[in-house]
Every structure is written in structure tokens, then in C-alpha cells.
């Protein structure tokens, strides 16, 4: 991991491999060299925060996506290695952005930017983030890609603002639920998708089937991240558990925990709910493992990859569409 200190020298971020046998991992090297070579900046705490949060890793699914789209596609220009990391960028702005909103302490294991450079750098930094990836989305020089990635973050900060609408509603209705995850969460999946199907020139019903496999594949995401808000431990996840609930979300296992519990137990997640409050937390974890809330999100989330699925019937067989498959496998099997 890359240094905080202001003159440190500035070294790649952990790739990250989601696969057990990685095809991609020669080619997800090249994009954490162009996420590091392109986050340089003559101001010092830019570079101070912004190598902090990136180096800390993650998945990198975003960017895996455009790749083996591409890839799976027949494109293998450069074009492919910038254009993943603008959605890294455009991400990790939200993350920065997401921080501040929810208070959060804890992401990937370390403290948040904003708890160690607090929130006014956090969202300055955030906003030469989204700067950053409009100037590399710009340097590819095609206007689809420029309609596709505006569309998905204009969509996104529809989606923070949804859910800033809906914290502390213990009445939300499932399907806002979903919605909000199909704007903050799933729309950039699903613009990492199209984008390698237009960098391989597909076809607009093929290149609508890509994006469509990635929008059922953040969903799928979301859902288990949330479930496992109520059934992963805080080393695992790299977060504290039952943030969520201290942020007053109303998540889909929480919903379905107050849908199938007796009436005191549904009073009790509502009260939680509307106040933030986890110091009954351990007796809410009881409550949604014992009513099946957890598998019922999980199994939501299998529907969803199961969509996934069935939009890569237009893709070729190769080693790239095997990867997508995996994808969709491991997005509902996780544990952190």
C-alpha cells in the first residue's frame, strides 16, 4: 500500500482477483498503472488522499467488467485500460462521497478518508475525482462513451439523494428499496458493461444485453452486501457491522425481517430504524437470521444473477465469458 506521507513515492494499488484462476490478471496490472500514473496531481493532499483510498484495494469489478466485455468482444485497443480506470474513478469518488454522507469510520479494512483527513478534503477530493475520470473519458475520443458514463453518474447522484430520502423510513416499499440499489449501485455495473461493448463496436441489442447483465449483476452485489451487514463480522467485511442500521437504512433484510416477525419484534427493528439506533443489535441479528430474512435476500440476489446469466447467451464461448460466469457465481456466494 501506497504512503500517506506527502512525499512518498507513489506505488501501484494492490490488484485485486476475484477469480480463483485469473485470466485477467497481466491486464488488471495495466489498469492499476493507469489508475496511478493518471491520480497524479501537483497538489499534495489530492495525491495524500486519493492514493489512500485507491491503494486500499477492493474488488475491482467495475473495471474487470469492461475488460472482459471487451475482451469477450474482440476489442483489445488501449482504450479498453483507460475507460476501466474511469470507473474506478468515478466509484471511488462515490465511496469518498458516500463516506462523508453516511459518517462512516471503516471501509476496507482502515479508517475512511474522511476520518482521517475529514470531510471537507474528502469531498473536495471526491469532486477531482470526477474531473479526472471526465477528462480520461474524454480522451478516448467517442461520444457514445461520453453518453454512456454522464448518464451513469448524473444516475448515481440520483440514487444518493433517493436514499438520502429514504433513511429512517421503517415503511419503505421493496421495490424503492431496489430502485435506489439500481441507481447508486447497479447503474455503474451496468455502464462498465456497455462500455466494452462499445468499445467493440456490438451491436445496440448486444451492447443493451451486456448492460443489462451488468445492472443484474449489481444488483445481485448490493443485496448480498447488505445481507451481510446482519451476518458478517467487522474483519471480514472490512466495516463495522450493523452500519447500516446505525445509518438508519432499511435494507432488504430488515424488511422482510419486520414483514415475517411478530408484532413486537417488527416494533423493534422500526424503532431501530427510525432512531439509528444499535444497541439492540445483537437481538435484531437474532431476529433477521430467525425469520429468514437473510436467505430470502440472498436468494433475491440469486434471481439476479440468474438474469445475469441468461444475458451472455449472445456472448462467444471464450475464457473472458467463462470469467462472466464466475462473476455471477461469486457475487451471491461471498462472505465479505
Do not use: W
Not at 7 to 22: G, I, M, Q, R
Amino acid at each position: 500500500m501506497s504512503s500517506t506521507s506527502p512525499n512518498a513515492n507513489v506505488t501501484s494499488p494492490a490488484p485485486s482477483t476475484p477469480l480463483a484462476v485469473d485470466p485477467m490478471a497481466h491486464e488488471m496490472q495495466a489498469v492499476d498503472a493507469a489508475i496511478t500514473e493518471r491520480l497524479r496531481s501537483d497538489v499534495v493532499l489530492i495525491n495524500q488522499i486519493s492514493h489512500y483510498i485507491v491503494s486500499a484495494g477492493g474488488k475491482r469489478i467495475r473495471p474487470r467488467l469492461v475488460l472482459l466485455f471487451a475482451n469477450a468482444l474482440g476489442f483489445t485497443g488501449p482504450e479498453r485500460f483507460t475507460l476501466a480506470a474511469t470507473v474506478e474513478f468515478i466509484h471511488t469518488a462515490t465511496l469518498l462521497h458516500d463516506d462523508v454522507v453516511d459518517e462512516s469510520s471503516l471501509r476496507r479494512g482502515r479508517q475512511t478518508a474522511n476520518a482521517m483527513f475529514g470531510n471537507a478534503a474528502s469531498v473536495l477530493v471526491g469532486d477531482f475525482l470526477y474531473s479526472r475520470a471526465f477528462q480520461l473519458m474524454v480522451s478516448v475520443d467517442r461520444m457514445r462513451v461520453l453518453d454512456v458514463l454522464a448518464d451513469a453518474t448524473n444516475v448515481i447522484a440520483e440514487g444518493e439523494v433517493l436514499q438520502l430520502m429514504n433513511m429512517h423510513d421503517p415503511d419503505l416499499a421493496v421495490d424503492d428499496y431496489l430502485r435506489v440499489i439500481r441507481y447508486k449501485t447497479a447503474k455503474l455495473f451496468e455502464a462498465s458493461a456497455r462500455l466494452g461493448a462499445v468499445l467493440a463496436d456490438a451491436p445496440r441489442e448486444l451492447e443493451d444485453r451486456c448492460a443489462d447483465y451488468g445492472r443484474s449483476l449489481g444488483t445481485a452485489f448490493q443485496l448480498v452486501d447488505d445481507l451481510l451487514d446482519y451476518q458478517g463480522a467487522t474483519a471480514e467485511l472490512g466495516k463495522n457491522v450493523g452500519d447500516d442500521l446505525r445509518e438508519g437504512k432499511p435494507t432488504l433484510p430488515l424488511l422482510v425481517a419486520m414483514e415475517r416477525g411478530t408484532a413486537a419484534q417488527r416494533q423493534l427493528i422500526r424503532h431501530a430504524i427510525e432512531q439509528g439506533e444499535i444497541e439492540r443489535l445483537d437481538e435484531i441479528v437474532q431476529i433477521v437470521r430467525s425469520t429468514g430474512a437473510l436467505e430470502a435476500t440472498r436468494e433475491a440476489a440469486r434471481q439476479e444473477a440468474d438474469k445475469a446469466r441468461d444475458c451472455l447467451s449472445a456472448i462467444p464461448p471464450s475464457q473472458f465469458k467463462e470469467a462472466l460466469l464466475d462473476l455471477c457465481v461469486q457475487s451471491v456466494d461471498r462472505s465479505y
